[in-house]
Structure formats: structure tokens, C-alpha cells
């Protein structure tokens, strides 16, 4: 009997001991778990910080970009009226011309 409740007593040590280190290993798991998760996310933030990063620098060249797009439309309106001016005085230079050469 004696020895029946020692065996009984040894079990129970056991599945004790045995629980700890089932417990123990989980908590590990779940340590290592975190750890990952962690580094997952540190990754993904890393990530984040740079595209936010690059959108704030091609937000830039947009904008200067659209900057430099009205200054050369605006010289391209100045240089159309250069330009029909310059014809405007070639037509008449040459219909003077013409003219003379008629009268000849």
C-alpha cells in the first residue's frame, strides 16, 4: 500500500513536472512568436517609413515639375506672338515688295 501511494506520489510528480515543461515550451512558442511578429512588423514599418519617404520626394518633382510646365507654357505663348508678329512683318514686307516689283 505504502508502495502503491509513493507510486501514485511519483506519478503525480510527474505529471507536474511534465505540465511545467509543456507549459514552460509553450511560453517559449509564444516568446518566440512574438519575437517573430515583432520583426515582422518592424519590417513593414521600415517599409512604410521609406514609401512615405518617396511619395513626399516625387510629391516634390510634381510639383516642380508642374512649376517648370507653366514657365515653358508661358514662354510658349510669348514666342507664338514673337512669332506671328515676325510673320505679321514678313507678309507685309513681302507684299511691299511685291509691289514694287509690279510697279516696275
Not at 511519483?10 to 507549459?23: C, D, E, I, K
Not at 518592424?42 to 510639383?63: C, F, G, M
Amino acid at each position: 500500500m505504502l508502495r502503491l501511494l509513493m507510486m501514485i506520489g511519483l506519478l503525480g510528480s510527474m505529471t507536474v513536472a511534465m505540465s511545467s515543461l509543456v507549459h514552460a515550451k509553450d511560453v517559449s512558442a509564444q516568446q518566440a512568436g512574438v519575437e517573430y511578429a515583432r520583426e515582422a512588423q518592424q519590417k513593414v514599418d521600415a517599409e512604410h517609413q521609406d514609401n512615405l519617404k518617396k511619395l513626399a520626394e516625387s510629391e516634390k518633382e510634381l510639383a516642380d515639375a508642374q512649376k517648370q510646365v507653366a514657365e515653358d507654357k508661358k514662354k510658349v505663348e510669348a514666342s507664338k506672338l514673337k512669332l506671328d508678329m515676325a510673320k505679321a512683318k514678313l507678309d507685309k514686307a513681302q507684299a511691299v515688295l511685291d509691289q514694287a516689283w509690279k510697279q516696275r
